[in-house]
């Protein structure tokens, strides 16, 4: 069974930092592309940023310079570095995989992702 099983949500300040992980498992994502989704309260889910098997990196314009996306294929874990967090920010985060990014961007598509962790950023 494949599965994708984030950590490291969690509730901060206004300007604190959180690293998400996520775990793969059920199957070595060998070429896929890995990233991550957000779903805040009463709204679709949405891109945030991906990483690719050669290692190029793709963000959603309001994470630019604040968030840095990561993968560790020898442990099959994805990361997300979040500094500056601002309240806006709050919502649950998924790791999601697919083979292309083109078929990680298309949220409706996307072959797998888990089942969220929540990250909770007050003012």
């Known amino acids: 069974q494949v599965q994708l099983v984030e950590s490291g949500g969690g509730l901060v300040h206004t300007g604190g930092s959180l690293r998400l992980s996520c775990a793969a498992s059920?199957?070595?994502?060998?070429?896929?592309?890995l990233g991550w989704l957000t779903q805040a309260p009463g709204k679709e889910r949405e891109f945030v940023a991906a990483?690719?098997?050669?290692?190029?990196?793709y963000y959603v314009d309001s994470m630019k310079g604040r968030f840095t996306i990561s993968r560790d294929s020898a442990k099959n874990t994805v990361y997300l570095q979040m500094n500056s967090l601002k309240p806006e920010d709050t919502a649950v985060y998924y790791c999601?995989?697919?083979?292309?990014?083109?078929?990680?961007?298309?949220?409706?598509?996307?072959?797998?992702w888990g089942k969220g962790t929540l990250v909770t950023v007050s003012s």
């Open positions: 999601a995989a697919d083979t292309s990014y083109s078929s990680l961007r298309n949220v409706a598509g996307t072959a797998y």
């Open positions: 059920g199957r070595t994502f060998v070429g896929y592309c």
């Open positions: 990483i690719n098997w050669s290692g190029t990196r």
